[in-house]
């Protein structure tokens, strides 16, 4: 049996903003004496658990430690690997791993840095405590359970602080790649790079999206009016109030028709494929549960495309594919649901790329629809439809398309979102194939997205590639500049170095406090009239602690 090794942690636990020599993320750091060469190492029973209950992350992975937990540098690579990967399961965007160094104060005990994300510090301690404790405790099939029983009052306030969407985790991770500047603003809204390059952005809202337009197209029926008015080709619609409209509603439209409801996002309440009026009734009754604003639309015939607009030029296109497996001639077609949601990707966490597909009883009517059972056994190559929903919230596939996609398609889903003033967009077309211009072979804008999905599956390189567009050319300049302290540069300053000049903010006499010191570094960063910065050895520090990824060109003092 193990015996409980003979390590310690010891206050205090020290917060750092922004970032630190040692962590490019903010964090906390704390003193741990690690376990003795001659103890027992962490039981690789413990650890297979580990792995089963925390899948890797999708992106910004680790490496794995090299060996096992023995002695002092492998069992800190070993706590800081499985700390970045349970606070990554949690949804938290932390890229990079907790870094061990002596610690200049306490003989044998090292200073441990932790990075996490803002209002985490506290649950993120918790996790530590908890590694700690069970990791060495005696490996029985007992005190496993209650170690994994204990860990769920540790998650729970990790996922309740994690952003709600996993566009902010993808951009904040390209920002990091790149080493740009990264502040947080609170409520999951992040300024990418400082001052005047600056960059807002929630999910994929940006500070360039009107809050008017965002208005109109979360209203489904008031963006088709205004598109259909614009020349934009749109299905017809009725707005349904009461059950009684259906029927003239639905006599005027023709089966099969789509009811949905008319202000929700991500599929949610949707109707396809209805072809008679009970069936029109109960889908309404379901909608009304959601929403008092019910839309009812002709079910129009073709493909499903998302095609991702920013500042007016179409970036990106896929095809969304409805879910469904394909038979193998062997399993039936439960089994194949169940083998294809037992894949990482649909594991069903906020952060994996695809969602669970519905299970087999939910699709009885469309197997049956296809003379199938979810104890039919496929075969090979059959492909069984699951939904005739196609987004990725209902186990919908994303397939690439863009390189496929016709000139007057892409010019179609671009001049509806100039259209609808948005900066970043996704529009939502149906028609036969995305590779004939719409103009041919016809097409229709089904809905148009404010806060677009951007995609994990297929547009991961999508989300640098947007903030390399959003960022001007010339970002804020950060300098380095030893003896400074006496000089005081104002707003608008023309300030001269070595021939060159800029305006903006720069080097200020600093306030006696601490935290006055942080403040005034943030307004710093956060002035939008900011073109330039100097700093001098002690404001370099204060810098440091208000945002992430600060770089800095350094110079000499100019005699």
């Not at 994996?352 to 003379?371: H, I, R, V």
Request: charged share 20%; net charge neutral; proline share 9%.
């Amino acid at each position: 049996m193990l015996q409980r090794p003979d390590w310690d942690m010891q206050p205090p636990v020290t917060r750092y903003y922004g970032g630190s020599d040692v962590t490019r993320q903010p964090g906390f750091c704390v003193n741990i004496r690690p376990p003795s060469n001659a103890s027992e190492p962490v039981s690789r029973a413990f650890v297979t658990l580990l792995e089963r209950a925390f899948p890797e992350p999708g992106f910004g992975r680790l490496p794995k430690p090299s060996g096992h937990p023995v002695g002092p540098e492998t069992w800190f690579e070993w706590l800081g690997y499985w700390h970045h990967r349970i606070v990554r399961f949690a949804g938290l965007p932390v890229f990079e791993a907790p870094k061990a160094l002596p610690s200049p104060d306490m003989p044998n005990y090292y200073l441990v840095y932790f990075p996490s994300y803002e209002g985490t510090e506290n649950a993120s301690l918790s996790l530590l405590k908890w590694l700690l404790t069970v990791s060495m405790a005696p490996q029985t099939d007992t005190l496993v359970r209650e170690a994994m029983s204990s860990l769920e009052t540790v998650m729970k306030p990790l996922a309740d602080c994690a952003p709600t969407s996993a566009n902010i985790s993808r951009f904040l991770f390209a920002a990091f790649e790149a080493r740009l500047p990264v502040v947080s603003l609170g409520h999951h809204m992040f300024q990418i790079c400082i001052g005047a390059s600056g960059v807002w952005l929630d999910s994929s809202f940006t500070s360039s999206t009107p809050v008017m337009s965002a208005n109109l197209v979360r209203n489904k029926a008031a963006t088709s009016d205004f598109l259909a008015k614009a020349g934009i080709p749109v299905p017809r619609q009725a707005l349904i109030m009461e059950e009684v409209q259906l029927k003239p509603v639905a006599e005027a439209l023709g089966f099969p028709l789509v009811c949905k409801p008319a202000d929700l996002d991500g599929g949610k309440g949707v109707h396809l494929y209805l072809e008679d009026l009970p069936s029109l009734a109960e889908a309404f009754r379901q909608c009304r549960e959601l929403t008092d604003q019910v839309l009812v639309q002709p079910q129009v015939q073709g493909r499903d495309y998302r095609l991702t607009v920013h500042r007016g030029e179409c970036v990106w296109a896929i095809e969304r594919v409805p879910a469904s497996v394909i038979g193998n001639g062997k399993d039936t077609v439960s089994r194949l649901i169940e083998r294809e949601n037992a894949r990482p990707e649909r594991s069903g966490t906020g952060l994996s790329p695809l969602k669970p597909l519905p299970g087999a009883e939910s699709a009885k009517d469309l197997l049956n629809a296809q003379n199938l059972k979810p104890t039919s056994v496929p075969a090979t190559g059959q492909v069984v439809v699951l939904s005739h929903l196609p987004n990725v919230a209902a186990g919908g596939q994303p397939v690439p398309v863009y390189a496929d996609i016709h000139p007057d398609n892409a010019e179609l889903a671009a001049k509806v979102a100039r259209l609808c003033r948005l900066d970043l967009a996704g529009i939502d077309l149906i028609m036969p194939d995305i590779s004939h211009s719409w103009r041919d072979i016809g097409a229709w804008v089904i809905e148009v997205n404010a806060q677009p999905d951007i995609g994990q599956t297929t547009a991961a390189h999508l989300y640098g590639k947007l903030l390399g567009r959003m960022l001007p050319e010339k970002p804020v300049e950060i300098r380095y500049v030893e003896g400074r302290e006496r000089d005081a540069w104002g707003r608008g300053d023309r300030v001269s170095h070595k021939g060159r000049f800029w305006d903006g903010l720069s080097w200020q006499p600093l306030p006696d406090k601490t935290a006055e010191r942080i403040a005034w570094a943030r307004q710093c960063l956060l002035d939008d009239q900011c073109q330039g910065v100097w700093l001098d050895e002690v404001s370099w520090k204060w810098f440091r602690q208000a945002a992430t990824d600060l770089r800095i060109q350094w110079r000499p003092q100019e005699d």
